[in-house]
């Protein structure tokens, strides 16, 4: 029986946020028909990491390989889901905890990208003369906000004209920041990339900024898009193929 797969999201005030995580692991049930798929949050939604892992537990599951919904490695995926995952199987015994890597980087999240940058408008025509702000939710790990660096210098080798990192908290530039220094260096039309899964207070603050500074395109958050349901079992197969010796909890 293969491990079920517990997709781990951060969780919101804001009902979309949920919504969008669950239609994002819709997609993935979808794609793997017989793959017992669960969802968790950290924080303000249920079920919660532990109740998750209890119910899964009670039905019998003994092997799960937990996703964290995370573009990059910074504090959540650092402290807070080791933490609970820990919290829960030291009550749980038997249970074996596999943790998958985070989702970014990741080549399909870039054609993610593309596809909300297309649905808001922009052709492969544009590419040459449209420079993109990659808009992140923000982190204070240095290692977290060189990946999104990184994932910008990427993207640019793509073809668009330019690409900039933005951030919604923790880290400079802002959206509204980032658009305004690029229109500064001549570029007559800018798009917003939210680089985000769900909908929320961040998100709401990227497309405010990009409002405030006149981008001309404001993409969708990348939700549930067909290349990240398939980057979640990516990284489940990955971590489900890996030898015994590497679970990462154990009861």
């Not at 009550?91 to 596999?98: A, D, I, M, Q, T």
């Not at 943790?99 to 993610?112: F, H, I």
């Not at 073809?159 to 530039?173: I, Y």
Request: glycine residues 6%.
């Amino acid at each position: 029986m293969s491990p079920a797969l517990l997709v781990i999201a951060h969780g919101s005030r804001d009902p979309r946020h949920a919504a969008t995580v669950h239609a994002l692991t819709g997609r993935v049930r979808a794609l793997r028909p017989g793959l017992c798929v669960e969802t968790a949050f950290l924080d303000f939604n249920t079920p919660s990491v532990g109740q998750a892992l209890s119910a899964l537990y009670l039905s019998g599951v003994r092997e799960v390989v937990a996703l964290p919904l995370l573009l990059t490695r910074a504090f959540h995926a650092k402290s807070d889901i080791p933490a609970a995952l820990a919290e829960s199987t030291s009550r749980l015994p038997g249970l074996s905890v596999r943790v998958a890597d985070v989702l970014g980087p990741s080549p399909l999240l870039l054609t993610a990208l593309e596809r909300r940058l297309s649905e808001a408008g922009l052709t492969p025509a544009d590419r040459a003369t449209t420079a993109v702000v990659l808009a992140s939710a923000g982190s204070t790990d240095p290692e977290a906000i060189a990946v999104i660096a990184e994932t910008a210098r990427e993207w640019r080798r793509t073809g668009w004209c330019a690409v900039r990192p933005a951030f919604a908290s923790a880290a400079l530039p802002r959206t509204e920041d980032a658009v305004r220094a690029l229109r500064a260096e001549g570029f007559e039309r800018v798009a917003v990339a939210p680089y985000v899964i769900a909908p929320g207070r961040l998100p709401d603050r990227i497309a405010a900024g990009a409002e405030a500074s006149g981008a001309d395109v404001v993409a969708d958050v990348l939700g549930a898009a067909p290349e990240l349901a398939r980057l979640l079992l990516r990284r489940y197969d990955a971590s489900a193929a890996a030898p015994a010796g590497l679970r990462a909890l154990t009861a």
